[in-house]
């Protein structure tokens, strides 16, 4: 269940997915089998093989993109989010969702 985005944070992460380019959206986040976790960033794109490409530098396998509904994405959870959010320059994603 997503908490914290506004629809035209959710529109616009769609938008950039169908239109091949990597997108990322960061959301509060509650799932009981992840009790540890409050938060998610769903890095999406429609092209499954640059998605793939992307992941490789930060160690993440093609086997690892959930296909859904037209919006292929990784799911990015604790650290590993935070690492990749900061390398990737979205520090406001990081202050926004108190990822420090």
Avoid at 34 to 51: Q, S
């Amino acid at each position: 269940m997503a908490f914290g985005i506004r629809k035209q944070e959710l529109d616009a992460w769609k938008e950039k997915v169908q239109n091949g380019e990597i997108a990322f959206l960061t959301h509060f986040w509650y799932d009981p089998r992840f009790p540890e976790y409050t938060t998610v960033t769903k890095v999406g794109c429609g092209d499954v093989n640059k998605l793939a490409a992307w992941g490789i530098k930060y160690g993440l396998r093609k086997e690892w993109i959930h296909q859904r509904n037209s919006f292929p994405h990784f799911d990015l959870l604790g650290e590993k989010q935070k690492n990749i959010l900061q390398q990737e320059g979205l520090i406001d994603h990081i202050e926004r969702f108190h990822l420090r």
